[in-house]
């Protein structure tokens, strides 16, 4: 199963290697890795998607706890959460599909934030498998150039914070 | 006060308490250099960068006190690389002090870079690149505490050229601030109350002792406890010592070479308490079938080692100098009554380990290792600081030295570097200077760095070199002989065949040799009455098997016994 991770680290150089460095020596199955910066400013916050069992969740929480630059994990799995990744999306588009595409985005709540005359920029945030859903859609009938998306990124629901679970 | 970095390094390690360093000079440090020289810090100065860390760990483990090493940056800090993971793998606490290039050249493939932080990230517990003066105080105060608190482990502070040189008003930290890092003492009373209730219940506790015991300085307080039960104890490499070998409820080493008792004992068990252990693939065997019967209970201070390897039905996460006396404390309000449980049970494992003992064949025209260990251990009573290298001989001495005292096997147990023998042992002897230091090594491990025994003249630090010499790589041989067909791939050294004698004797160190087993008394004790270094080159057939054996992979009852009668 997978596991959302809020880690709070260190606002520090190295911190990041520190992280990767382990996930690699430890063998762990990340599925994907966001970093940004806080209300505060001498910590980061990294979102970190983990697949495998109970055991090997256990397992990265502990090594990750035990880095010194890590200040707190909480897993947001645990407690009801808001998940989102935003992707950008770069699918062919001529005079002819313009508007296809336009109700395509529409129907996903997506937005356009470029277009030229061969192609158009689409933004899209939502959970996963909204994102898949409209690549899949604008792949077939349209086909895309390049996805970038950002992994994802989480909160709790409620007063809350990581930092205080 | 203003001063330079380099001198605020000196400040530094005196606010530590350091008494020694080991290093090597270079480009990158010739200011830390300056310093050194100029303040008169005790510098042991190694032939080899990789000599020098290996120092400052057997440093560490002889004393107890955190090891620092100094390099130059580029190949000065990448040769320390080695020995830095022998070090974490051990849990040995070490402050690794390396050059690094000037800021403005950082990131240029600049002469001698490395970049030793991200070479050094997975094999220590914290490392600094330090850019900036101001920054120096705080980052060698928490490299040491670092170092040396929760499970210790070296630490590696790479400091800019620039930094060295720069002037700034320095004034050393009083304490650390480090909101990820707390490392956990006192644990969960509660779980104490849990394991309690279990020893109550079980018919074949057994404990199970590892590093950890001997890294805390807690034996006098496992001594307590063993005796407070009455459950009989096995030990891995790392916890040798930690209680007497000749103790009534010991059953010697666990694992793959381990005794027949410990390893029968193991899978027999029905609670196996694990204190200061790692569940480490060479104790356990085939994973599945360990201690298969056995509840297990974890002792350790480190959370991340629960569940790691095995699974575990009670953890007790926290320091063992407070698990263990809280443990003993409840064993206490009923005095006796575990040990009349156990009575039976003990006397079982303890007929084993009586009735299948370690054993050697005996060759009369043959000087046999396991012989010349048992000679060593009579002639010191059990008593030196016991070094070993890696291999066969390693083995040998963790079977037949009969440990009595913690922190006098100094093994490289988890990495199992070839090579570390000889320098560690000088370290060892820096620390314990009044101590007999006696290193165990092969004819393969004393030639990976046997130019620090042109170190060890240097100094006259007295260690006893004994070479286990079986002109060949014997645990490597073994294994071809056992699972390769016998086909000996590059693992004879009978072609180089150095003569040992000689080779001490241009390093500036008395050599002697023993060829026959008559000679062997005889010459050990020329050895031990010699007041400075001496090499003893042991001749040892070649052809022979380090015994009992669980081979990889398989379950602890699966052992090859070999030479054992019955």
């Not at chain 2, 101001?134 to 505490?145: G, Q």
């Not at chain 2, 913690?406 to 070839?418: A, I, N, V």
């Not at chain 2, 090579?419 to 990976?448: S, T």
């Not at chain 2, 041989?477 to 693992?491: E, K, L, P, V």
Request: hydrophobic share 40%.
């Amino acid at each position: 199963m997978k596991h959302t991770l809020a880690v709070l680290v260190e606002n520090k150089p190295g911190v990041l290697t520190h992280i990767s460095g382990l996930i690699s020596r430890r063998a762990f199955n990340i599925e994907s890795i966001a970093a940004g910066y806080t209300e505060e400013p001498d910590t980061t916050r990294i979102t970190i998607v983990v697949e495998g069992d109970e055991k090997e969740q256990e397992q990265v929480v502990n090594q990750l706890s035990k880095l010194i630059d890590v200040i707190k994990i909480s897993d947001l799995t645990a407690v009801e959460s808001i998940q989102r990744e935003l992707a950008l999306i770069k699918v062919k588009a001529s005079m002819a599909t313009r508007s296809d595409i336009i109700n395509i985005v529409e129907i996903f709540r997506a937005s356009i934030v470029d277009v030229n005359r061969e192609t158009m920029v689409i933004e899209l945030s939502g959970d996963e498998t909204k994102i898949d859903a409209l690549c899949q859609v604008l792949e077939q009938d349209h086909g895309i150039i390049e996805i970038v998306r950002t992994g994802k990124i989480a909160v709790s629901r409620g007063p809350i914070p990581a930092k205080d679970q | 006060m203003i001063i330079t970095g380099a001198e605020a390094i000196i400040e530094s390690l005196k606010n530590e308490k350091v008494d020694v360093v080991f290093g090597y000079p270079g480009g990158a440090v010739l200011t830390l250099y300056d310093a050194l020289y100029q303040a008169d810090f005790r510098h042991i100065l190694t032939k080899h960068e990789q000599g020098a860390v290996h120092a400052a760990d057997g440093y560490s483990r002889a004393t107890g006190k955190v090891g620092v090493v100094i390099a130059t940056s580029g190949p000065g800090a990448t040769n320390l690389v080695t020995g830095i993971a022998t070090a974490y793998m051990d849990s040995i606490p070490l402050v690794a002090i390396t050059g690094q290039v000037s800021v403005p050249l950082i990131g240029r493939d600049s002469f001698q870079e490395a970049d030793i932080r991200g070479i050094t990230t997975p094999i220590t517990k914290h490392n600094y690149l330090v850019k900036k003066v101001e920054d120096l105080p705080a980052a060698l105060k928490e490299a040491f505490y670092i170092a040396r608190t929760g499970r210790p482990g070296p630490v590696v502070v790479d400091i800019a050229k620039d930094v060295f040189a720069a002037s700034f008003d320095y004034q050393y930290p009083n304490e650390v601030k480090l909101r990820g890092y707390r490392p956990v003492y006192a644990g969960n009373s509660e779980m104490i109350d849990k394991v309690y209730g279990e020893m109550r219940s079980a018919q074949k506790p057994l404990i199970f002792v590892g590093g950890g015991v001997n890294l805390s300085d807690s034996s006098e307080e496992l001594r307590d406890l063993i005796e407070q039960t009455g459950f009989p104890v096995i030990s891995t490499l790392m916890g040798l010592g930690c209680l007497p070998n000749d103790h009534p409820q010991f059953l010697g080493m666990v694992g793959m070479h381990g005794t027949y008792a410990a390893n029968m004992a193991t899978t027999e068990c029905d609670l196996l308490l694990g204190i200061g252990v790692r569940f480490d693939d060479r104790v356990t065997g085939l994973l599945s079938k360990f201690a298969a019967k056995a509840k297990i209970v974890h002792f350790d201070i480190d959370p991340a080692e629960i569940n790691k390897n095995v699974l575990t039905h009670i953890r007790v996460v926290g320091d063992i100098n407070w698990s263990i006396p809280a443990l003993s404390q409840r064993v206490k309000e009923v005095p006796g009554e575990l040990r009349e449980q156990v009575r039976s049970w003990l006397e079982k494992v303890r007929n084993w380990y009586i009735e299948k003992p370690l054993t050697y064949e005996q060759d009369k025209d043959h000087v046999m290792p396991q012989g010349v260990v048992e000679k060593v251990s009579q002639l010191t009573q059990g008593d030196a600081v016991i070094v070993t290298d890696v291999g066969q001989h390693q083995m040998w001495v963790a079977q037949f030295y009969g440990f009595k005292n913690p922190r006098s096997l100094l093994t490289s147990g988890g990495l199992g570097t070839m090579g570390y023998g000889l320098p560690a042992a000088l370290g060892a002897q820096c620390g314990l200077p009044d101590r007999p230091v006696i290193l165990f090594v092969g004819d393969g491990g004393v030639m990976m760095n046997c130019q620090e025994l042109a170190t060890v003249a240097e100094y006259n630090f007295p260690v006893k070199v004994l070479i286990l010499n079986n002109q060949c790589l014997g645990m490597v041989a073994q294994w071809q002989r056992m699972f390769y067909g016998g086909r000996y791939s590059q693992t004879s050294l009978k072609g180089s065949a150095t003569d040992f004698v000689k080779l001490a004797e241009a390093m500036g160190v008395a050599g002697l040799r023993v060829t026959k087993p008559e000679e062997l008394g005889s010459v050990l004790e020329q050895a031990l009455a010699i007041p400075g270094p001496v090499v003893v080159d042991i001749r040892i057939p070649e052809v022979l098997d380090v015994l009992p054996m669980v081979p990889a992979g398989a379950c602890l009852d699966e052992m090859m016994m070999g030479g054992v009668e019955g």
